[in-house]
């Protein structure tokens, strides 16, 4: 069995050859060799297993040269666009889901209105259920990718509301005992972050729904930041409770002040200069814009923010599952031995 060194060079191996086959269309094992630096073995080995699980897609090339026609002729490479994620957002302000193709273009998407839930095993059917509508074709299906509200813990649960409480729940263990294949979760900053990763990867994203989430990127890294922005406190009030006074009244000033300082502050201290905003904050900041600006600007004088309208997190969602692939796609032949387990 394989160590964990070997599983993460494994992983990292079949990242980057996917990764280099979807950036060039097709190509050859011998450029995948010289662009990546890695041996012909390697290469060989993982383009047979790709091959083999239908994620590559093997055709002649041709006589390419003169000197090639005397050999064998090399074969191209490409990604076989039948294959396909999925990314589903779990909101209690509603869901969605979006299909995309292992090429990283958009196939399907489709939102619902938010639900109530009396049960786990209500919101465990309703997310099947939708799940179900995008999963025409199982076979072709890599993975799914699981956006989700609220704090994680450390045992790997979400609290979402069910029944009027807050709930632990483990939405990546049901999805992936229901319809069998690799599941992958993240909170749900992460993954609208994620969408927009191909503008700017040292950012921070910000949404602002009916509660506020943060997360952030360096060098193109999603960073694990032990907090939710949400329960900071400003003056002697967490910044959700003021959200949601500010909401309740229709004056969204002194929220704008407060986050203003608060994301500027974050930032700063992240060495982080571009801030992202998105969700709800979208609809309101325009009437306290001045506000939120001096604020922010206070806290992060070489700081700027900008507004992201991206609808929700279900797109990246599936981008971060398309992502975290030759891990899920290794974890299923087989996790690497820990001797300490």
């Known amino acids: 069995m394989a160590s964990i060194k070997q599983f993460e060079e494994r992983k990292d191996n079949i990242s980057s050859i996917v990764s280099f086959v979807r950036a060039n269309q097709k190509v050859t094992r011998r450029e995948i060799c010289n662009a990546l630096s890695m041996s012909w073995a390697c290469v060989s080995e993982l383009v047979a297993i790709l091959i083999e699980d239908g994620i590559l897609i093997e055709s002649d090339c041709g006589a390419r040269t003169t000197s090639a026609a005397k050999g064998r002729n090399p074969s191209y490479l490409s990604l076989n666009e039948k294959k396909y994620f999925i990314g589903i957002d779990i909101n209690d302000s509603g869901f969605a889901i979006t299909s995309l193709s292992i090429n990283g273009k958009m196939i399907s998407s489709k939102k619902w209105e938010a639900e109530s839930f009396a049960t786990e095993e209500a919101l465990e059917l309703s997310v ?14 890599c993975g799914i990718g699981i956006a989700m509200e609220g704090m994680r813990s450390e045992s790997g649960s979400f609290r979402y509301p069910i029944a009027d409480n807050w709930v632990p729940v483990f939405p990546q263990l049901f999805v992936a005992k229901h319809f069998g294949l690799p599941v992958s979760i993240r909170h749900d900053p992460e993954c609208v972050l994620y969408s927009v990763a191909h503008i700017c990867q040292d950012c921070v994203m910000v949404r602002v729904d009916n509660w506020i989430g ?51 502050n974050l930032t700063m201290l992240l060495g982080i200069e571009i801030c992202f905003l998105a969700g709800e904050i979208t609809e309101w900041l325009e009437g306290c814009k001045d506000i939120f600006e001096v604020a922010f600007k206070e806290a992060n004088p070489r700081g700027e923010y900008k507004i992201c309208f991206v609808p929700d997190a279900s797109d990246g969602a599936a981008r971060l599952a398309l992502a975290d692939f030759p891990t899920l796609h290794i974890s299923t032949k087989g996790a690497p031995h820990n001797e300490s387990q």
């Not at 099947?128 to 299906?141: T, V, Y």
């Open 128 to 141: 099947c259920k939708k799940i179900s509508e995008f999963l025409c074709d199982k076979k072709n299906c």
């Open 214 to 264: 943060v997360a952030a990127m360096k060098r193109g890294k999603i960073l694990e930041l032990p907090l939710e922005l949400g329960s900071i406190r400003y003056g002697k009030r967490k910044l959700h409770n003021i959200l949601h006074n500010c909401a309740q009244s229709g004056d969204y000033c002194e929220i704008a002040e407060a986050l203003g300082r608060s994301v500027g």
